[in-house]
């Protein structure tokens, strides 16, 4: 009976597949403004230059760019940590008054949390350090 229900609902599934067609319906013909263009343009010169920076600073290609993208790491990683603590204290204190597995897993989650947003603190410091202190 099953296997019946599974091959209808992939028949029916199969049957309602319709193509669809985007069309542009700006009147300039122009999916982006030259504004959006001109900005696009401007935050890539922005970061391109900050990157060669970073290759100037540590010396070479490589380990410019690693710096850049730890750089990077570190930045975006603050605002998805304190994400991933709301939600994981939501798991541990709210909905773990009534169920200790879930309390537990949000106790985890936390602890497992708090490790990478130190991690991705500290990482760029000791890539700083090993690479310009050995390295010279």
Do not use: H
């Amino acid at each position: 009976m099953r296997k019946a229900i599974a091959v209808f609902f992939i028949i029916i599934s199969i049957c309602c597949i319709s193509s669809v067609y985007a069309a542009n319906t700006n009147a300039n013909n122009e999916i982006i403004s030259q504004e959006t263009k001109s900005q696009l343009i401007e935050i890539k010169d922005k970061e391109l230059k900050s990157m060669e920076d970073y290759k100037e600073a540590y010396g070479s290609d490589t380990y410019g760019l690693v710096a850049y993208i730890l750089n990077k790491v570190r930045l975006y990683s603050i605002p998805i940590s304190f994400l991933g603590i709301a939600i994981s204290a939501i798991y541990q204190y709210v909905i773990g008054v009534k169920r200790l597995d879930t309390r537990d897993k949000g106790f985890n989650a936390m602890i497992g949390i708090v490790t990478m947003l130190i991690i991705c603190q500290v990482l760029p410091l000791i890539f700083a350090i090993v690479v310009k202190g050995w390295r010279g």
